[in-house]
């Protein structure tokens, strides 16, 4: 270990950062040193301060907890967690209640019976009422057959979209799409000096048809 005192307040603070974020994404300390292929007795002296941290190593533990690398540098502090956090016997029994009134909503959008929907998945009728009051989990493989046989997306039955796994589901969506894109775009996306044609190009999107023509004919007007 570094006599520096300088090296060992920073080791230290880097420490507690690091165990904050392990802590925060509900992971044990074996997990995280097994991810960055280490002892569990280094990654412990790491959260203590007592061991140094490359930056391979601190961008790998980022990612693998999900947390912002400029957080881990002391740059950026992590967002609030939300004040309302919901049990996970509560946070399913919501769910469970909410995918239940999709799937009534959406059996009688199709003009289906529960009778109908209990005979494509072969269970009984009272098992049908029973999923739509929220009574009972629903499987996912039976809510696949009868999302396809009410003709709807499976993704009609997701989260809501204010709730945490929403957002989460977003977000790694948002992502995936992202990492497609030509390395060019990608590129011009992420460089801060394009953030305003970027603000631009949104605010574009949103105007309605009427809107747009009128903006061009305005600047074709300027042009000519």
Not at 12 to 32: H, N, P, W, Y
Not at 35 to 53: D, Y
Request: one cysteine or more; a neutral charge; charged letters at 30%.
């Amino acid at each position: 270990m570094t006599t520096d005192p300088r090296l060992q307040l920073r080791n230290k603070i880097l420490g507690v950062l690091i165990r904050d974020a392990r802590l925060a994404a509900r992971m044990t300390q074996a997990e995280c040193a097994s991810t960055l292929g280490m002892s569990a007795g280094r990654f412990a002296n790491i959260e203590r301060g007592k061991r140094p941290i490359s930056l391979p190593e601190l961008e790998l533990f980022a990612f693998q907890v999900d947390v912002p690398i400029d957080h881990l540098l002391g740059n950026k502090p992590l967002e609030e967690p939300e004040k309302e956090r919901l049990p996970a016997e509560q946070l399913l029994w919501l769910r469970r209640r909410m995918v239940g009134a999709l799937l009534r909503q959406e059996r009688q959008k199709a003009g289906r019976t529960q009778k109908e929907c209990a005979k494509e998945i072969a269970v009984p009728s009272s098992r049908i009422s029973a999923y739509e009051r929220g009574q009972t989990d629903l499987p996912l493989a039976e809510l696949e057959v009868l999302a396809e046989f009410l003709r709807v997306p499976l993704e009609s039955f997701l989260a809501d979209e204010h709730g945490p796994i929403a957002r989460k589901l977003r977000r790694d969506r948002a992502l995936e799409r992202f990492y497609e894109l030509p390395n060019g775009l990608q590129e011009f996306i992420l460089d801060p000096v394009n953030v305003q044609y970027l603000q631009t190009a949104h605010r574009l999107s949103q105007m309605s048809a009427e809107r747009l023509r009128a903006v061009a004919e305005a600047v074709l007007e300027i042009t000519y």
